[in-house]
Protein backbone atom coordinates (compact mmCIF):
# COMPACT_ATOMS: atom_id res chain seq x y z
CA UNK A 1 0.00 0.00 0.00
CA UNK A 2 1.22 3.68 -1.32
CA UNK A 3 0.23 6.56 1.15
CA UNK A 4 1.16 10.08 -0.53
CA UNK A 5 1.32 13.00 1.37
CA UNK A 6 1.14 15.92 -0.91
CA UNK A 7 1.52 19.16 1.03
CA UNK A 8 4.86 20.52 1.62
CA UNK A 9 5.61 19.88 5.23
CA UNK A 10 7.12 22.55 7.69
CA UNK A 11 6.67 20.24 11.17
CA UNK A 12 5.99 17.22 12.69
CA UNK A 13 3.10 15.15 10.46
CA UNK A 14 1.92 12.41 11.24
CA UNK A 15 0.19 9.68 8.40
CA UNK A 16 -1.94 6.52 9.56
CA UNK A 17 -0.23 3.40 7.97
CA UNK A 18 -1.13 -0.22 8.14
CA UNK A 19 -2.31 0.55 11.53
CA UNK A 20 0.43 2.46 12.90
CA UNK A 21 0.55 6.49 13.69
CA UNK A 22 4.17 7.48 11.65
CA UNK A 23 5.23 10.61 12.76
CA UNK A 24 7.64 12.37 10.57
CA UNK A 25 10.23 15.71 10.45
CA UNK A 26 12.98 16.96 8.35
CA UNK A 27 15.37 19.62 9.95
CA UNK A 28 18.67 21.01 9.24
CA UNK A 29 21.49 19.10 11.12
CA UNK A 30 22.58 22.12 12.75
CA UNK A 31 19.58 22.32 14.82
CA UNK A 32 20.53 19.78 17.07
CA UNK A 33 22.84 20.36 20.08
CA UNK A 34 26.57 19.24 19.29
CA UNK A 35 26.14 17.03 22.44
CA UNK A 36 22.83 15.36 21.06
CA UNK A 37 24.49 15.04 17.19
CA UNK A 38 27.81 13.27 18.93
CA UNK A 39 25.78 11.06 20.42
CA UNK A 40 23.68 9.81 17.44
CA UNK A 41 26.44 9.86 15.00
CA UNK A 42 25.31 13.03 13.13
CA UNK A 43 27.20 15.87 10.85
CA UNK A 44 26.52 18.97 11.54
CA UNK A 45 26.62 20.66 8.75
CA UNK A 46 24.85 23.71 6.35
CA UNK A 47 24.15 20.83 3.77
CA UNK A 48 22.82 17.81 5.66
CA UNK A 49 19.53 17.56 7.66
CA UNK A 50 18.10 14.65 9.55
CA UNK A 51 14.61 12.81 8.98
CA UNK A 52 12.95 11.36 12.12
CA UNK A 53 10.28 8.97 11.81
CA UNK A 54 8.66 6.92 14.49
CA UNK A 55 6.03 4.28 14.47
CA UNK A 56 3.44 4.42 17.20
CA UNK A 57 1.43 1.50 18.08
CA UNK A 58 -0.87 -0.21 20.19
CA UNK A 59 0.52 -3.15 22.24
CA UNK A 60 -1.14 -5.47 19.54
CA UNK A 61 1.02 -5.12 17.18
CA UNK A 62 5.19 -5.39 16.78
CA UNK A 63 7.20 -2.23 15.95
CA UNK A 64 8.31 -2.44 12.42
CA UNK A 65 11.30 -4.68 11.82
CA UNK A 66 13.12 -1.94 9.95
CA UNK A 67 12.35 1.23 7.95
CA UNK A 68 14.11 2.30 4.81
CA UNK A 69 13.92 5.04 2.49
CA UNK A 70 14.99 7.25 -0.45
CA UNK A 71 14.79 11.10 -1.10
CA UNK A 72 15.24 12.49 -4.52
CA UNK A 73 15.94 15.63 -5.99
CA UNK A 74 15.00 18.02 -8.41
CA UNK A 75 17.29 16.56 -10.82
CA UNK A 76 15.26 13.55 -10.11
CA UNK A 77 19.03 12.10 -8.39
CA UNK A 78 17.63 9.61 -6.19
CA UNK A 79 19.81 8.79 -2.27
CA UNK A 80 18.93 6.05 -0.02
CA UNK A 81 18.00 6.93 3.56
CA UNK A 82 19.81 4.58 5.89
CA UNK A 83 17.59 4.79 8.95
CA UNK A 84 19.33 3.76 12.24
CA UNK A 85 17.37 3.29 15.10
CA UNK A 86 17.20 4.49 18.33
CA UNK A 87 15.60 3.45 21.33
CA UNK A 88 15.51 5.95 24.33
CA UNK A 89 13.55 5.01 27.60
CA UNK A 90 10.41 3.89 25.96
CA UNK A 91 10.51 6.10 22.88
CA UNK A 92 11.43 4.38 19.69
CA UNK A 93 12.18 6.00 16.75
CA UNK A 94 14.86 6.15 13.48
CA UNK A 95 17.22 8.43 12.32
CA UNK A 96 18.59 9.27 8.67
CA UNK A 97 21.19 11.94 7.78
CA UNK A 98 21.33 13.37 3.76
CA UNK A 99 22.75 16.03 2.16
CA UNK A 100 20.73 18.44 0.37
CA UNK A 101 20.42 21.92 -1.88
CA UNK A 102 18.92 25.14 0.15
CA UNK A 103 14.80 25.43 -0.74
CA UNK A 104 15.19 22.50 -3.22
CA UNK A 105 11.59 20.27 -2.86
CA UNK A 106 12.63 17.10 -2.11
CA UNK A 107 10.20 13.98 -2.28
CA UNK A 108 11.07 11.54 0.30
CA UNK A 109 9.55 8.15 0.38
CA UNK A 110 9.12 5.90 3.29
CA UNK A 111 8.61 2.02 3.63
CA UNK A 112 7.51 0.17 6.93
CA UNK A 113 8.84 -3.18 6.75
CA UNK A 114 6.66 -5.72 9.06
CA UNK A 115 7.24 -9.77 9.20
CA UNK A 116 4.69 -10.08 6.63
CA UNK A 117 4.16 -7.02 4.40
CA UNK A 118 5.38 -3.54 3.82
CA UNK A 119 3.80 -0.60 3.23
CA UNK A 120 5.20 3.00 2.29
CA UNK A 121 4.23 6.81 2.27
CA UNK A 122 5.73 9.87 0.57
CA UNK A 123 6.10 13.48 0.75
CA UNK A 124 7.80 16.33 -0.45
CA UNK A 125 9.44 19.07 1.72
CA UNK A 126 12.28 21.85 1.06
CA UNK A 127 14.50 22.43 3.89
CA UNK A 128 16.10 25.83 3.78
CA UNK A 129 19.75 26.21 5.25
CA UNK A 130 19.16 29.63 6.78
Do not use: W
Amino acid sequence: MVISVCQFATAEQSVELAGYEVHYSVIRSTFLQPQVAERHDIVRAKNRAVITISALHDDSKPPPDRITGTVTNLLSQQTPLEFKLVEEGSARYYLATFLFTSEEPLTFKVQLHLSDESHEFSFKQPVYDQ
